[in-house]
């Protein structure tokens, strides 16, 4: 794909994806055709106790979007333009749902771009219907026992089910 005077094209998509929803994977859908790769990479502090461990996460979002084949799916500590960094990639990617993400989004990626001038931040919006989608709706639904299966993918809505049904 490289030719000698094209760089490839890296996008970093970093995240807790506690779990990962169908917002994530419809924005991480558009960056896959956008980019010539997309890392979803799950940015975690290992003080911090996470809903679902880092291995279940990355072990999720690799069943979710198995028929793509420029995402690869890892985990980092630290500040995500280091890890982009380390990854050769000059883009990291976000997700839009509403205004009420947005300022958010913007302190967080002029920082970043403050601290390092190269690497951009590009935001998808997600489609409307995901745009109401977050990983604690889905985490108070589930442990209040209600029907996930429209908020994520099905191999997470499958593992979730099992893992917390009210039998065990
Ligand atoms: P973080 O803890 O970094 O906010 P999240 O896993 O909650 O991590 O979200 C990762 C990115 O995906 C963020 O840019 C967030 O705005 C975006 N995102 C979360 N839910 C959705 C959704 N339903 N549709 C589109 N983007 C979303």
């Known amino acids: 794909m490289n030719t000698q005077n094209k760089k490839e094209k890296i996008a970093v998509y970093p995240g807790s994806f506690d779990p990962i929803t169908l917002g994530h994977v419809d924005v ?44 690869e799916v890892d985990a980092f500590v630290g500040l995500t333009i ?12 976000r997700g839009l749902r509403a205004v009420s993400d947005f300022e958010y989004e913007l302190q967080l ?9 190269d690497i951009k931040t590009v935001f998808l919006m997600t489609r409307p ?14 442990l209040n026992g209600g029907d996930i299966s429209q908020f994520v993918p099905e191999p997470v809505s499958k593992y979730l089910k099992t893992k917390y049904s009210p039998k065990q």
């Open 28 to 71: 991480l859908r558009d960056g896959a055709e956008m980019f010539d790769k997309v890392i979803i990479a799950i940015a975690h502090n290992p003080e911090k106790k996470g809903f679902l461990s880092v291995d279940e996460r990355i072990q999720l979002i690799k069943d979710s979007i198995t028929d793509l084949d420029n995402v």
């Open 82 to 93: 280091d890890y982009a960094k380390e990854k050769g990639a000059d883009f990291l990617l």
């Open 109 to 117: 990626s002029q920082n970043n771009r403050t601290l390092c001038d």
């Open 129 to 142: 219907e995901y745009s109401f989608i977050s990983s604690s709706v889905v985490k108070d639904i589930l």
